[in-house]
């Protein structure tokens, strides 16, 4: 089993930035790709954001150039980094784990491993 923690959700006014963080514990061999994904009221849960543990990363063209993802092995943490937020950026923002091909990255079936969400609202 592999536990994710997120932290670092709050709310700021449009162009603002917020940095999330994600600590993975237990078996956390147990993946190879992690992922930020985001759900807001009566919206599918949607990836933003993800990471394989090579380094390599990839992201939703509605986050292209506003978003950065980075993880840090020594902590097994990957973070979010938010800048330029806008107001169609409020969800709820999950990290998840798994062991998957970096194409199916934005599938949320294909994660294993989830946190409980922290709270991202962006206000104009």
């Known amino acids: 089993q592999v536990q994710m923690t997120e932290s670092g959700g709050g709310s700021v006014q449009a162009g603002g930035s917020l940095r999330l963080s994600c600590v993975a514990s237990?078996?956390?061999?147990?993946?190879?790709?992690l992922a930020w994904f985001r759900q807001a009221p009566g919206k599918e849960r949607e990836g933003v954001a993800g990471?394989?543990?090579?380094?390599?990363?990839v992201y939703d063209d509605s986050v292209k150039g506003r978003f950065q993802i980075s993880q840090d092995k020594a902590k097994n943490t990957v973070y979010l980094q938010m800048n330029s937020l806008k107001p169609e950026d409020t969800a709820m923002y999950y990290c998840?784990?798994?062991?998957?091909?970096?194409?199916?990255?934005?599938?949320?079936?294909?994660?294993?491993?989830w946190g409980q969400g922290t709270q991202v609202t962006v206000s104009s």
């Open positions: 998840a784990a798994g062991y998957l091909y970096s194409r199916n990255w934005s599938s949320a079936p294909n994660f294993g491993y």
């Open positions: 237990g078996y956390t061999y147990n993946y190879n790709f």
């Open positions: 990471i394989r543990t090579d380094g390599s990363a």
